[in-house]
C-alpha cells in the first residue's frame, strides 16, 4: 500500500525481506521507524513493537498494526540498522514506504465538476481495503434512459448490476476496492444525456447508513464553423471549412440556398437532400480529441450544375435537417460562389519572325490547366496545356516563332469551369485533325483541318459556345512580321564628339542588338602617324516606345578622325540587320578679337586684331569620299567705345 490510503478501521502490517543469511546476534537485528504527521519518529506503533527485528534472510511480518486510534494523515516508514550494529550509517537501510490514514471510512470524489456532454468524467471510491460498495446515479425525475451519463463495461473491480433506473442497466454497479482501499470508474456521457446535474452515490451495502455522494454537471456542448480565405470563391476551388465541436463526435454538414431544398442538400455529388435523422444523407467529418474538426470541400467535385450566388453551410452536431437544427447544436457560415472566368494578354501584337511571343493571364476556378489554340495560314496548334498556378495566373511561351509564316493569327485560350474536364478537345485516331465533345456533351465533331485558319478558330468558339459545353474561353490575335531594324538620320558628327545613334525596330522589347561603327578609310597610312580607322561596337537592348519599339546607342568618337563611317545594327535573337553611313569632319575653329580697356571719362579708339585660320586639307578618305572643308575666311572685327 505504498504511497496509498487507507480508513482507520483497516489494520496494516510492516513486511520486512532480506538476503543477509548467517547473521546472528544484535548485529543482526534492525528496528521500524514510523514518522508520524506531526514529525514525530516512533518505533511503537499501532499496538506494535517495531524493534528489534533479527534480519537473518526470513521474511519478518509486524502486524496487524491497528490504525484504529491513529491520527490522520500521512505516515513515512523505513528499517533502520540501529548505532551499534555492523551496518550502521553505511547506507544499507531500506526503502521509504508512505502511505495515509483516512478519517472517514468512505468517501467518494470526481475528477471534474463539470462536463461537457460527449466527454467522459471519473469518480474515485476511497473506503476500506479489498472491500465491494455498491455505486449508482441517483434517479432524476423523468428523464429517459438514454439521457443519463453511464458507468463503461468492462473496467477492473466494477461488475454492472442490473439494477435499472427509467430502464437504463448500466447506472449501478458493485465496485470492490484495491489493498489501498480505492477503486475509480469512468463514466461516458454523448450527446443524447441530458444537460443537467446528476448525482452519484456510493454506499456501504453492509450498512447503508455508511454512504458518500458527488454531484456532477453535464453541460451542452457546442458547433462552430469557419471557412478558409475571404468567403468568396470561383466554382471549381477547394473551400476548407473548419471548427469546433465539443457536443458530439461527429458534425454533419448540409448546404441550403436559392432554389435548393428548404430543409438542404449534401455538399457533394449529385447534392441530394438531406433526411432528418438519416445520417448517410449529410457529409460527415470526426472530430479530434482536441474537438477541433476540419474538412475540404472540393467544388468542382459536384455532379449537378450550380449556379453562382450566396449559398449557406450548416454544421451540427447531430444528422438534423435544417427544419430540426433546434434538436442539435449548429452553427452556419455563409459563402458566395461565382463562376470561373479567363483573362488573356500577348507579349504584343506585333511580333518578329524569329522573336518569342509570350501569352499571360488569369484563369479563376482553380483549374489546373488551360488549353491554347492557335490558328494560322496553314498551322494550326491544338489544345497545348498551359499549367495554372496557385494564383490563378497561366502563362504560354511559343519559342518557334521562326517557323511561322509573316501573317495573322487567331489564339483561342479554353478554361474547363467547374468540373475541370475540357468539353471540347482535338481529335485522335480516325478522327485526328477533328475537334470533338466530350462524353456525354453531344457534340458534333468537326473537320477543323480543311477549314482556314479564320474559319477553324470559328469552328472552335461555335463549339465552346455550344449550350452543352460548359467551358469558358477568350480570343486574342497577333501578327508576325518579317523583323526589321530601321536606323534613324545621323548628320555629319564633329570629330572627337560623342553623340547618339538611335533607330525603330519590330524586335521585341528586351532583345539585344549588336551595334559597330567602323570607318571606311581604306589606304595605305604613313608609318610616322597612328593609323587613320577608327571603330566603336557594343550591344545595347530594344526599350518599349510609342507605336514602334526604339533603340538608341551612345558613340564615344574620341578616336575617331574625319572620314566616312558606317553603322552597322544586328540582332542576336534574329537574322536581322541594318546598315547606315554618316560623315565625321574637322571641328569648326570659332574667330576671336581682342578689346583694349580704357581709362574711364577718356575716348579711346581701339586697335582691330585680326585673326586668320589657315585651311587645312583632311586626310583622303577611303571608299565614298568627303567632300573637303573650304578654308575659313578672315574675319575682322571693330569695337568703338564712346563717351
Do not use: C
Amino acid at each position: 500500500m505504498n504511497a496509498k490510503s487507507v480508513t482507520r478501521t483497516t489494520p496494516v502490517a510492516f513486511k520486512l525481506t532480506n538476503n543477509l543469511n548467517g547473521l546472528a546476534g544484535t548485529n543482526s537485528a534492525m528496528q521500524i521507524e514510523v514518522t508520524m504527521p506531526g514529525g514525530g519518529v516512533t518505533t511503537s506503533f499501532g499496538g506494535q513493537e517495531l524493534k528489534p527485528i533479527v534480519v537473518n534472510g526470513a521474511t519478518v511480518v509486524k502486524g496487524p498494526v491497528s490504525l484504529t486510534n491513529a491520527e490522520t494523515g500521512t505516515y513515512t516508514a523505513i528499517a533502520k540498522w540501529p548505532s551499534g550494529t555492523d551496518f550502521y550509517g553505511k547506507g544499507f537501510d531500506s526503502n521509504t514506504v508512505t502511505f495515509e490514514v483516512s478519517s472517514k471510512a468512505l468517501t467518494l470524489t470526481s475528477n471534474k465538476d463539470n462536463v461537457v456532454r460527449g466527454n467522459s468524467f471519473t469518480v474515485t471510491i476511497a473506503g476500506e481495503s479489498l472491500k465491494t460498495y455498491q455505486m449508482y446515479i441517483k434517479q432524476e425525475g423523468s428523464l429517459a434512459a438514454s439521457e443519463y451519463p453511464w458507468i463503461v463495461a468492462g473496467q477492473n473491480g466494477v461488475t454492472l448490476v442490473n439494477d435499472t433506473i427509467a430502464g437504463a442497466s448500466n447506472v449501478t454497479a458493485n465496485v470492490s476496492t484495491n489493498a489501498g482501499g480505492t477503486r475509480s470508474v469512468q463514466f461516458n456521457t454523448n450527446s443524447s444525456t441530458d444537460d443537467r446535474q446528476f448525482t452519484i452515490r456510493v454506499e456501504d451495502p453492509t450498512k447503508t447508513s455508511t454512504y458518500d455522494e458527488v454531484k456532477v454537471r453535464v453541460e451542452e456542448g457546442d458547433v462552430t464553423i469557419t471557412t478558409s480565405g475571404t468567403g468568396t470563391y470561383y466554382i471549381g476551388e477547394e473551400i476548407t471549412l473548419s471548427g469546433t465541436n465539443t457536443d458530439s463526435e461527429t458534425v454533419y454538414l448540409f448546404l441550403t440556398g436559392s432554389n435548393l431544398p428548404h430543409n438542404g442538400v449534401m455538399l457533394t455529388g449529385l447534392m441530394t437532400d438531406v433526411q432528418n435523422g438519416n445520417a448517410s444523407t449529410f457529409d460527415q467529418e470526426d472530430v479530434e480529441a482536441d474537438d477541433t474538426w476540419s474538412y475540404k470541400w472540393n467544388t468542382g467535385d459536384i455532379q449537378r450544375s450550380l449556379d453562382a450566388g450566396g449559398y449557406t453551410i450548416w454544421a451540427a452536431s447531430q444528422p438534423v435537417d435544417r427544419a430540426h437544427l433546434s434538436d442539435a447544436k449548429y452553427q452556419s457560415a455563409p459563402v458566395n460562389l461565382r463562376s470561373g472566368f479567363i483573362t488573356a494578354t500577348s507579349s504584343g501584337a506585333v511580333v518578329a519572325r524569329g522573336d518569342d511571343l509570350t501569352l499571360t493571364g488569369t484563369a479563376q476556378g482553380d483549374p489546373g490547366n488551360v488549353a491554347v489554340w492557335i490558328f494560322g495560314k496553314n498551322k494550326q496548334i491544338l489544345a497545348e496545356s498551359a499549367t495554372v498556378e496557385d494564383d490563378g495566373s497561366f502563362e504560354y511561351e511559343l519559342t518557334n516563332t521562326d517557323d511561322l509564316s509573316a501573317g495573322q493569327y487567331f489564339v483561342v485560350i479554353q478554361h474547363p469551369m467547374g468540373d475541370r474536364i475540357f468539353g471540347i478537345t482535338p481529335g485522335s485516331g480516325t478522327q485526328a485533325g477533328y475537334i470533338v465533345g466530350a462524353e456525354g456533351s453531344g457534340f458534333t465533331y468537326v473537320n477543323i483541318a480543311r477549314l482556314q485558319a479564320s474559319d477553324a478558330a470559328t469552328a472552335l468558339i461555335n463549339a465552346l459556345d455550344s449550350p452543352n459545353i460548359d467551358d469558358t474561353y477568350v480570343k486574342l490575335t497577333f501578327v508576325v512580321a518579317e523583323a526589321t531594324i530601321f536606323i534613324d538620320s545621323i548628320g555629319d558628327k564633329d570629330a572627337g564628339s560623342t553623340f547618339t545613334i538611335s533607330g525603330t525596330t519590330n524586335l521585341a522589347v528586351g532583345d539585344t542588338l549588336n551595334v559597330e561603327v567602323t570607318s571606311s578609310a581604306f589606304g595605305p597610312s604613313d608609318k610616322t602617324q597612328s593609323s587613320g580607322f577608327s571603330s566603336v561596337t557594343g550591344t545595347t537592348t530594344v526599350k518599349e516606345g510609342e507605336g514602334v519599339n526604339t533603340w538608341s546607342f551612345e558613340v564615344n568618337g574620341a578616336s575617331f578622325k574625319p572620314d566616312q563611317y558606317m553603322v552597322k545594327v544586328e540582332s542576336i535573337e534574329t537574322d536581322t540587320s541594318a546598315t547606315a553611313n554618316f560623315n565625321v569632319v574637322e571641328p569648326r575653329t570659332t574667330p576671336t578679337g581682342t578689346v583694349t580697356p580704357t581709362e574711364t571719362g577718356t575716348t579711346v579708339t581701339t586697335t582691330t586684331t585680326t585673326t586668320t585660320t589657315t585651311p587645312t586639307t583632311p586626310p583622303t578618305p577611303g571608299f565614298g569620299a568627303l567632300l573637303a572643308l573650304a578654308g575659313l575666311g578672315a574675319v575682322a572685327f571693330l569695337v568703338l567705345r564712346r563717351d
